[in-house]
């Protein structure tokens, strides 16, 4: 995209976009710290890379009214959505000041008076569930749209195509967002898909398909902004697939040898953050100081979070029945 | 004897019974180029290549059952699934069609194929990640369920499942896959049926099998501290469960705990319970005592999820209790 075309947003939200994939990459450092000083365990998938895709395509949700779900790498999602970042931390640290008391951990942020419905940790599960939740607007014949996240490598579960053609059939606002950031675990996407071009997949349903620059905030707005309109006055789902790349292994443990540094190094020079970035200092409406400053707030609002996590209380050990019903 | 892990105990079965059969081969994900997520078939796809070490897509009901299908047309698939927690989407499968073929088709078609991978919990893994299933499977007539607790059982028990005609479950653990264990050079095989006396005893006799293991038999080191002596009985076998040695054991010690890391409903360790509390009835000095996990998912906390499962306490305090102490 031309800098020039940056004159058609107000500039605070471009500042807002910029800040959030910001944030995202400061947090999703401090959980890296945090994990390897133990503070975190278990599974925690790392964001880093690919914070375009989440910002770009949740700005253009109605929080208020619209769902997100997402898989297992969910923090970026969660704080696109305006979760919390002690929150997020304490749930990391598995604190009862945690967004899912503790319970949940890095697999399964969840807020739902922000719109945000987890934090899956079954490939390919929340691709029906999102669908599943579309129902409800068209049930109630309101207008919202859902945003249901999942990876290249779970677009080849079976509940993709049943969820794609029951959307298109029952005429659900529902955006698919396919991140396709090449690699599922180990695998490389091209290893296990009969097709290249991911978003042809919703052809067989007669669902539009779009691919996108995943590392491109503002391609990745307006394409979902426009699935999302066309969700919510026409109940038309569509599937958008946003070509990206996670900068971490899959998950903390993997040491990412089935990639190479120059593969690597190339998609670090698209980094999304730059792109926006550099955009905006060429237009003129962004400085160098500005950014540092923006950077620096997320690092301390980074550190915050750890501070809050640290203070924060374990969960009771009655609270291992609560919720167990409702 | 030569020690190694419970994870290469697995990976020498898996390539001398390749080595032996070429109808042998594997699938699942990351099992080939990756090595296996949790390593266990390392080495065995750059020895026998992408036909019979082969890496699939995220798609558990679809590979499974195409290997099923494989199964019927005469290959011997081992099935890897990446834990059991995702075993729950090829379920329908495993019931429908691995278990039942032979008897719906009047013994005409068998299915020789091996399901495997974790199952139970590691940590730190939350709700979904974090599920001991292996009820699910031993509720199931057709198939055989079995859950070896140490390197040498594995060996033996890995290589007679691949050689088995019928479909067998095998379980392991994640945190078990580090332990280590005395297994010998040549080849050898071990039943599928038979459970194992791990330690001899007069006063109580403690029943388990996979993971809890350890558990267990700390808990008989601490008891015997307290000049209780313990016999502990690994059924191995889950589908079929074999019953003379429990009972051998519970007549000889009357008094018995059973532990089990799987939910208390309709699990493993409830049904071993209640066998024993019906045909040792006469024999028992007090009822039988289920340690299990806590009834509820698992949390991500740490120290309540330690809180969830069995543990050396729970397992003494249940001795205690059927000793009257
Ligand atoms: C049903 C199921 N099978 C396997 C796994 C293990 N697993 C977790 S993430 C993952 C890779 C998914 O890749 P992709 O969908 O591309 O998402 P990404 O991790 O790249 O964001 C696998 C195989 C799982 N969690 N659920
Ligand atoms: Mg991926």
Redesign the interface.
């Known amino acids: 995209m031309k800098s020039s075309s940056l004159s058609s947003y107000p500039i605070d939200f471009l500042k807002k976009l910029l800040k959030d994939m910001l944030l995202i990459r400061r947090f999703e450092e401090k959980c890296g710290q945090m994990y390897g000083l133990q503070k975190i365990?278990?599974?925690c998938h790392l964001y880093i890379g690919q914070e375009a895709v989440a910002v770009g395509s949740i700005a253009a949700l109605d929080l208020n009214r619209d769902y997100c779900l997402t898989a297992y790498r969910d923090h970026g999602h969660a704080l696109a959505c305006g979760l919390c970042p002690n929150g997020l931390m304490a749930?990391l640290f598995?604190?009862a000041t945690g967004c899912?008391r503790?319970?949940?951990?890095s697999?399964?942020m969840f807020d739902i008076t922000k719109g945000m419905y987890g934090g899956?940790?079954?490939?390919?599960a929340q691709i029906p569930i999102a669908t599943g939740m579309a129902m409800r607007f068209r049930y109630k014949k309101e207008k919202g749209v859902v945003l249901c996240f999942f990876g290249d490598?779970?677009i080849?579960?079976?509940v993709f195509h049943e969820s794609l053609n029951l959307a298109k059939l029952w005429k659900l606002p529902i955006v698919y967002i396919c991140e396709n950031n090449q690699y599922?675990?180990?695998?490389d996407f091209h290893?296990?898909?009969a097709v290249e071009d991911l978003s042809i997949k919703g052809a067989a349903y007669n669902i539009p398909g779009k691919q996108v620059n995943g590392m491109d905030v503002l391609e990745v707005y307006e394409e979902v902004l426009s699935a999302v309109n066309q969700a919510k006055e026409e109940g038309i789902p569509t599937l958008i697939e946003a070509k990206t790349y996670r900068y971490k292994g899959h998950s903390m443990s993997d040491p990412g040898k089935?990639r190479s540094k120059e593969e690597l190094e190339s998609y670090k020079q698209q980094d999304p953050i730059l792109i926006l970035k550099n955009q905006m200092v060429d237009a003129k409406i962004l400085t160098e100081e500005e950014y540092q400053s923006y950077d620096e707030e997320c690092k301390n609002i980074s550190n915050e979070s750890v501070r809050f996590a640290e203070q924060s209380p374990?969960?009771s050990?009655s609270?291992?029945?609560e919720d167990?019903l409702a | 004897m030569p020690i190694i892990t419970y994870r290469e105990a697995i990976r020498q079965a898996i390539d001398e019974e390749m080595q032996r059969d070429e109808s042998v081969f594997i699938l699942g994900?990351?099992v080939a180029?990756?090595d296996g997520?949790y390593k266990v078939t390392q080495g065995l796809w750059k020895k026998y290549g992408s036909e019979r070490v082969i890496?699939?897509?995220?798609?558990e009901?679809?590979f499974t059952g195409i290997a099923i299908g494989a199964a019927m047309a005469g290959l011997r698939p081992i099935v890897e699934w990446m834990t059991f927690?995702?075993s729950l989407?090829a379920l329908d499968q495993v019931v429908n069609n691995a278990a039942k073929m032979l008897y719906m088709s009047g013994g005409q078609i068998k299915v020789p194929i091996v399901f495997r991978g974790p199952n139970g919990p590691?940590?730190?893994?939350?709700?979904?990640?974090s599920q001991a299933f292996q009820s699910y499977y031993a509720h199931i007539p057709g198939l055989k369920v079995v859950a070896p607790s140490t390197p040498y059982d594995a060996k033996g028990m890995l290589k007679s499942a691949i050689r088995d005609d019928n479909p067998v479950v095998f379980l392991e653990a994640e945190l078990m896959y580090a332990w280590q264990g005395e297994v010998p050079e040549g080849e050898y095989l071990l039943p599928l049926n038979k459970a194992d006396i791990k330690r001899q005893g007069k006063d109580i006799t403690l029943i388990t099998y996979s993971k809890p293991i350890k558990v267990v038999q700390e808990a008989a080191r601490q008891l015997e501290k307290e000049g209780i002596s313990s016999e502990i009985i690994d059924l191995r076998s889950l589908r079929p469960i074999d019953e003379e040695t429990l009972y051998a054991s519970v007549r000889k010690t009357n008094r018995c705990v059973v532990c089990d890391e799987s939910w208390p409903v309709a699990s493993v360790g409830s049904h071993v319970a209640w066998l024993i509390s019906k045909n040792c009835f006469d024999d028992l000095d007090a009822p039988v005592e289920l340690v299990c996990s806590?009834?509820?998912?698992m949390?991500?906390?740490?120290?309540?999820e330690l809180?969830?499962q069995p543990s050396v306490e729970k397992v003494v305090a249940a001795a205690r209790k059927v000793l009257y102490l």
């Open positions: 365990g278990g599974f749930e598995g604190k899912s503790g319970k949940g951990g697999m399964h899956n940790g079954i490939v390919g490598g779970a080849h579960q079976g599922g675990m180990g695998t290893r296990v898909s089935y374990e969960p050990l609270s291992l029945y167990v | 994900e990351e180029q990756y997520a890496d699939t897509p995220i798609v009901a679809g927690n995702f989407l590691a940590e730190f893994l939350s709700s979904q990640h806590e009834d509820v998912p949390p991500y906390n740490h120290t309540l809180a969830v």
